[in-house]
């Protein structure tokens, strides 16, 4: 079950990380890579393909006020989008490294999608509190990932390469 079923949580954004589809995790390497970045870390919905190659999960961060959907797409809508940010993303690519990232997500065919969602809050009236959501999940997970496949990591909102 997506967390857009889940009354209880509101979409705030999604990151992306882009790989080289050889550099694909099975499910038991995301589930270890993710627990080791936070024991914290509740995971419901685990999919893999036949060969364990990972499909998708849901991570509950009840301490950031958070949850993230994350699921593997793979094949022409990856490649049609990586030029797309590729364009985008060129004008913002200032530094060496920046440019040195941006040249191997032209060559990625693999990429994660991280949905962040926030835990909404219900006052005594029924209408949401004042913001708790903490951006930590979502930074230790993107980080994570990056990490495990060797990717490449992009904000698609604020235009950035992670």
């Given at each position: 079950?997506?967390?857009?079923?889940?009354?209880?949580?509101?979409?705030?954004?999604?990151?992306?990380?882009?790989?080289?589809?050889?550099?694909?995790?099975?499910?038991?390497?995301?589930?270890?890579?993710?627990?080791?970045?936070?024991?914290?870390?509740?995971?419901?919905?685990?999919?893999?393909?036949?060969?364990?190659?990972?499909?998708?999960?849901?991570?509950?961060?009840?301490?950031?006020?958070?949850?993230?959907?994350?699921?593997?797409?793979?094949?022409?809508?990856?490649?049609?989008?990586?030029?797309?940010?590729?364009?985008?993303?060129?004008s913002a690519a200032t530094e060496p490294d920046e440019r040195a990232k941006l040249a191997r997500l032209l060559k990625c065919d693999g990429r994660l999608d991280i949905l962040h969602?926030?835990?909404?809050?219900?006052?005594?009236?029924?209408?949401?509190?004042?913001?708790?959501?903490?951006?930590?999940?979502?930074?230790?997970?993107?980080?994570?990932?990056?990490?495990?496949?060797?990717?490449?990591?992009?904000?698609?909102?604020?235009?950035?390469?992670?």
């Open positions: 079950m997506s967390m857009f079923e889940n009354e209880g949580y509101k979409w705030r954004e999604t990151y992306f990380v882009f790989f080289d589809e050889t550099r694909r995790p099975t499910l038991k390497q995301m589930l270890k890579t993710l627990s080791m970045a936070n024991r914290r870390f509740e995971f419901e919905n685990p999919t893999e393909d036949d060969q364990g190659g990972f499909e998708s999960l849901t991570l509950r961060a009840p301490q950031d006020h958070a949850a993230l959907d994350i699921s593997y797409v793979s094949g022409e809508e990856v490649c049609e989008q990586r030029a797309d940010l590729a364009k985008e993303l060129r969602f926030e835990q909404i809050e219900a006052g005594l009236g029924g209408e949401e509190e004042e913001e708790m959501l903490d951006p930590s999940a979502l930074l230790v997970v993107l980080d994570a990932l990056v990490e495990l496949t060797d990717g490449v990591g992009v904000d698609p909102q604020s235009g950035t390469i992670v």
